[in-house]
T-cell receptor
């Protein structure tokens, strides 16, 4: 059972570089989310998607873009990385029905120098 | 936006002690969820609560959905070293079924 898989797990970037984080889920979930986790700040929602081809902003969307071209994949892009984007990024998914339970990936640790 | 106030921020306890943490909000929630994050991992669901007043147990864990729908608590009895981690509460707001609101977490350290 793969569940939610994030790649890469670790990445170091220089300021101004671009990169994409990939999230893949094999549970046929409609909803997918990208969060960032910083010490003392909890989990903050960056962007989310309620279905293939749709995306919406969360609470901290600036500096990030997302795409959901396929139902099982949700990509998070940084066009011009900044040190403030150093964080651990988590992808999550859930079924649109009922319970609200989110299934999380293992996280991607990004450092921007 | 809606916020959840989770307390305490951190706890340092001895193995065998009981633990209690809670989340409060000024808004009403339909669902309360408690997650645990082990070091280096993503959060995993511990308990889900769907009804005001509901009290649910999962082994040594007990959680309650407050009667006002604005709060929830999680208790851990007889703590063990593997209880170490960050515990998050999350709520599904009324009318906002797409997104969960997360507390900032309670970091638990258990000394053997």
């Amino acid at each position: 059972n793969a569940g939610v898989t994030q790649t890469p797990k670790f990445r170091v970037l220089k300021t101004g570089q671009s990169m994409t984080l990939l999230c893949a889920q094999d549970m046929n979930h409609e909803y997918m989310y990208w969060y960032r986790q910083d010490p003392g700040m909890g989990l903050r929602l960056i962007h989310y998607s309620v279905g293939e081809g749709t995306t919406a902003k969360g609470e901290v969307p600036d500096g990030y873009n997302v795409s959901r071209l396929k139902k099982q994949n949700f990509l998070l892009g940084l066009e011009s990385a900044a040190p403030s984007q150093t964080s651990v990024y988590f992808c999550a998914s859930r079924d649109y029905r009922g319970t609200g339970e989110l299934f999380f990936g293992e996280g991607s640790r990004l450092t921007v120098l | 936006g809606q916020q959840l106030n989770q307390s305490p921020q951190s706890m340092f306890i001895q193995e065998g002690e009981d633990v209690s943490m809670n989340c409060t909000s000024s808004s009403i929630f339909n669902t309360w969820l408690w997650y645990k994050q082990d070091p280096g991992e993503g959060p995993v669901l511990l308990i889900a609560l769907y009804k005001a007043g509901e009290l649910t147990s999962n082994g040594r864990l007990t959680a309650q959905f407050g009667i006002t729908r604005k709060d929830s608590f999680l208790n851990i009895s007889a703590s063990i070293p593997s209880d170490v981690g960050i515990y998050f509460c999350a709520g599904q707001p009324v009318g906002g079924s797409e997104k969960l609101v997360f507390g900032k977490g309670t970091k638990l350290t258990v000394n053997p």
